[in-house]
């Protein structure tokens, strides 16, 4: 089998930057093809929060061409995915990354900048590639953050010595954010204006990145089967629809997988205890100790776990409806997360209503995540889109059982509950609404209380799926593969 040069570029890359799920997946897809023999570097920004002093700097500053802006000088410092050997390159900026958040100001505000910040993101890693001699095959971009790569390898690179044997391909975690921006951009890209038409680059007379990338990557995935379906459709396409359908030969759905090294109770070094699935007894320690630390009391109830962004599309306006007739039930609930701010008041709200049910935790914290998805029963996700997950498939690991809206990954990585067979790992429901979901949350409680020995049968068949990197690596690899092919860059 042929070995493959590829590039990442992405906006955000665990452990070093994260705000979902897309930075377990760049942390950890690379690994994974490494195994498999390719050679991958991994771009992305130095953000004030990565500790430069202990990474590698390279001698030479890198300049990058910036259009209109001109050509803008940062430094570049190598640093290397843990548990592994391939190296992450940090493209150090200070005005455009040296911030505390990735994207949003404090206020969940986008920064006006952002435009500029990833164009230049982008573009560097072109750049960067010519500095170190690197000459991929493959140009992996990441959603709207790095798609300007997509279009600078048809445009300005399409002659380069370093990129002629090169095909890319954009993988789509989220159509929603599309990086939309006023049309002078272009002068910015700096790849002509010929590319500003409704074909290509532009969108309601904006620039739309996301667009550009959709158009101009050779191949494009989405992050789940079902995803990569539901995308040809208005409802979930955001207008792009029409211009995926374009492409819809070229597109793929492969859903993500876990990252063992992070995620297995067995060896989780955020727990208190360790357990596996003939080991349940250890998960009823760290139940209790979670209730501890989250203040709630010590009671042999169903505790359900909500764990990710507080935003519209993890369907979170719906658990706000349904927060009262969920809380009548006798269960508890802990919630951690942040996003849209009337959340942060309206959970705490429900905290002091509910200090012996609800436990609210609004802010970032991995480690307590990890303690979250081992002590919790059940994991509410009712996401009203959702383009893979990775929560729903952590918590199945963990014997954490799901309550999903199967959309999405979350269709595609859960088995419902059938009573009558007792087959299934989670609880799921159809229609996104406050009735469908207390019923569903009924249901998952009921099975709880009154068919404990069926529950925990479903704990051990979920903690023993499959979700390894392993078989999402090869059908990536048969994806770039079919790249060049396509692209006749074999
Ligand atoms: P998305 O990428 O849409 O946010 P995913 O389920 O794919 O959703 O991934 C979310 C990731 O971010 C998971 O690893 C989850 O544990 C983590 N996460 C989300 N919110 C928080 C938080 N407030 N604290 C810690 N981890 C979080
Ligand atoms: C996005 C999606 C989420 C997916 C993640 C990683 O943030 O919202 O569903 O799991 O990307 O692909």
């Known amino acids: 089998m042929q070995k493959l040069d590829i590039l990442f570029v992405a906006s955000e890359c665990y452990p070093f930057s994260k705000t979902g799920g897309l930075a377990d997946v760049v942390g950890a897809l690379p690994k994974f ?15 004030y929060a990565i500790d430069r002093s202990k990474l590698k700097k390279l001698p030479a500053p890198l300049g990058v061409p910036m259009g209109i802006i001109g050509e803008l000088w940062c430094g570049i410092y190598e640093g290397v995915l843990p548990n592994s050997d391939v190296p992450v390159y940090f493209i150090d900026y200070e005005l455009f990354f040296g911030r505390e958040t990735l994207y949003n100001d404090a206020d969940g505000i986008g920064f006006m900048d ?138 793929w759905g492969i859903l993500n997988g876990v990252d063992t090294d992070e995620w ?49 599309q993890k369907g979170i306006d719906v658990v706000a409806e349904a927060i009262h007739r969920l809380l009548d039930m006798d269960i508890q609930i802990v919630l951690l997360g942040n996003g849209e701010v009337w959340t942060h008041f309206y959970f705490g709200d429900i905290m002091s209503l509910y200090p012996k049910k609800f436990a609210c935790i609004i802010g970032f914290d991995s480690a307590l995540s990890h303690r979250i998805e081992a002590g919790a029963d059940l994991f509410l996700m009712p996401s009203r889109f959702e383009p893979c997950g990775l929560n729903q498939m952590y918590s199945q690991l963990y014997g954490t059982l799901p309550i999903v809206h199967g959309v999405g990954g979350l269709e595609d990585s859960v088995q419902n509950y059938d009573e009558r067979t007792s087959e299934g790992t989670g609880f799921k429901f159809y229609g996104l609404n406050a009735k469908n979901l207390v019923n569903t949350v009924g249901w998952a409680v009921y099975t709880w209380y009154n068919q404990k020995e069926r529950f925990k049968a479903m704990q051990k068949r979920a903690m023993r799926l499959d979700y390894s990197w392993e078989r999402s690596a090869k059908t990536y690899e048969a994806l770039y593969f079919e790249a060049l092919k396509r692209a006749q860059k074999d």
């Open 114 to 251: 952002n435009d500029n910040r990833f164009v230049f993101l982008s573009r560097a890693a072109m750049q960067l590639c010519k500095a170190i001699d690197f000459r991929p095959r493959i140009l992996h971009t990441h959603d709207w953050h790095t798609s300007a790569a997509n279009l600078f390898l048809t445009t300005i690179y399409a002659n380069d010595e370093y990129f002629k044997r090169c095909a890319s391909i954009l993988t789509i975690h989220n159509m929603q954010y599309q990086g939309e921006f006023y049309g002078g951009l272009m002068n910015v890209l700096d790849v002509g204006w010929e590319h500003f038409n409704f074909r290509e680059v532009e969108m309601n007379d904006k620039v739309n990145l996301l667009k550009a990338g959709i158009t101009h990557a050779t191949m494009i995935s989405a992050v789940s089967p079902k995803y990569s379906q539901e995308i040809l459709t208005p409802e979930f396409g955001y207008k792009l629809e029409d211009t995926l359908k374009t492409r819809a030969n070229d597109l």
């Open 264 to 312: 297995n109770p067995e060896t989780d070094k955020f727990l208190p205890f360790n357990y596996d699935a003939d080991r349940l007894d250890n998960k009823l320690k760290i139940k209790r100790a979670l209730q501890a630390e989250v203040g709630l009391p010590k009671r042999d109830v169903p505790l359900i776990a909500i764990v990710g962004r507080l935003v519209k």
């Open 33 to 47: 093809l490494k195994k498999l023999g390719h050679n991958v570097i991994v771009v992305t920004p130095r953000y």
